[in-house]
């Protein structure tokens, strides 16, 4: 009998414990998880920092020679392999044949990331036509609002959440700017209840049959970056469209985390950034979708030379020949140095796929849920004893990897401990602490080693909290 076949996380992990003979909370059970991990061999895809090359490591608390707990994904993705060698052989490329790279080898410069856009579009569940390697996120967003947020006097309404990333808030504001509108009467913003920390999506749909008629675009993160709350983005679609709404949504941190069918949804656009759990690097580059519906109706404000269609591109006669659909929004050539390490990225997704990545991730972030609520929970009994709580939604279906969590002690100081001892994670104001075990790289090792390591972090906490 497979034990990790089926149940809930918490089911499983019992479950095993049981079949082992020792607690759930023994280092055996995540020995077992990782020894029937099908993905485990991912890991080897991956440059992971060690303890002593962490800045912040104090080497007089943690041997500086063992890889680092590395639960910043969320953020940073880890670097492939391969990257340096792809990068390497465009140099070289650069070095020895100059111009002719434009179009020779197996990364010509002038359509490189056309080459990838298929596996791209398996990650987000879009036909390879849908999708486009382009750009900045926040660059990516301005284009597609340009074409889609088309205000009226009585439709003028953007509807996000009150917690969207910065970056998305600033886009939708100056865009509302740009029509001539007031962001403080056209910005509909999402908040939770009284007393809650993640949005219900039954009110997230109440707001938009009741604002329906003034909403001109619905314009959501896919997860939530803050809580790591996974937005129902099918139904929100569905609901947004029944009222004459375009929908679109930010999967900045949905992308490579959690099961995306962005086609299948009927989502009329989205974008994201491939530098967190697409592992492209810093400032890689950026993905848009368009669905086909849209190819030949909606289109793209702005032009560049490169949204001409290719077979007459460089004819040179300045009468646009538009590519239809999201290919029109291409703007101009992208820096073939940053299709490298996106190239190495997706090669590795290629060797699996999403439905059994988050099949893994449900269980490794359900194991690192149960273990923090049994050691860290809120004791009555104990007033004194730190304690953590977790903010993201318990059910697996309302999020991805991500658990945001929140101390009892200074966030600030319980962050440094951490860091001291060798654990990447984050920090975001004001008061969150949140970590991201990825299944493509992380082990459920990973996750025990991090419960040992908060019990040292809270306990020096506790001590300079005083």
Known sequence: MDLLAVGSPREVIEKVAKHLGCSPMSLEVAEYFDKHDELRHLRQEFLIPQVAGLPPSDLSLI????????????????????????????LEKWAKIGAHGHSMGSRPWAWAENNLEDLMAKLVGAKAEEVALMNGLTVNLHLLMLAFYKPTAKRHKILLEDKAFPSDYYAVESQIRLRGFDPSTSMLLLKPREGEETLRTEDIVSTIEREGHSIALVMLSGVQYYTGQLFNMEVITKAGQAQGCYVGFDCAHAVGNAELRLHDWGVDFACWCTYKYVNSGAGGLAGAFVHEKHMDTVKPTLFGWWGHKLSTRFQMTNEMDLQPGVNGYRLSNQPVLLVCPLQASLEIFNQTSMKDLRKKSILLTGYLEYLIKHHYSRDEAEPHKPYVHIITPSNPAERGCQLSLSFSLPIRVVFKELEKRGVACDMREPSVLRVAPVPLYNSFTDVHRFITVMESALAASNVQHG
Not at 65 to 72: A, L, N, P, Q, R
Request: net charge negative; with cysteine.
């Open 63 to 90: 041997d500086g020679s063992e890889e680092c707990i590395y639960f910043v994904g969320n953020s940073l993705g880890l670097q492939p392999k391969n990257v340096k060698k792809y990068i390497d052989e465009e």
